[in-house]
């Protein structure tokens, strides 16, 4: 089936907050410190839909399995990536194919951003994501402790880093 990428939209995004991995809604929940909803979790993402450097809704088929997201850190040439997904597993051909994608159009789009570092991170305890981000072009960085309404969770950080060019002697 075809990948389809698409401008966010506020309906086909709001399937996939509703039926998120258990994974992945899990890690929201471990950022936010508590339960959470998938319409509240769309409702933090939709807010600042505005200032995103690019959003994008992933489709196979006519059906909406992620919603992927890079922004501003706030430091000059560096940006966040966020993924959200459906069941990995029910869509793990799709998330592998659109992993291949990102990690082909990565470097086009951070250049056009004027983005030399796109940092992202995963729940230590999530159990696909770690492999989704290297299949992205992301590569491992540090391992993050203190986490969680408790403090006992970790985080795994991964950076995209734009290749400079070898200077010639």
Known sequence: MALELRPWDDHDALIVFRTLDHHDQAEAE???GRSTSGVQLWADWRSVEQVRIVSILAATAGTPFAVLGLSHTGQAGVAEAAL????HARFRVPLARLAVLIRRRLPLVAAEA???RIEA???AMHPTAALLLEGCGFH???IMRGF???GGLSF?????VRPRPTQES
């Open 30 to 32: 471990a950022v936010r």
């Open 121 to 123: 991170r995963c729940a």
């Open 84 to 87: 959200l997904a459906r069941s």
């Open 140 to 142: 491992l960085e540090a």
């Open 148 to 150: 969680g309404a408790d």
């Open 156 to 160: 795994r950080q991964f950076a995209w």
């Open 114 to 116: 004027g983005i030399h």
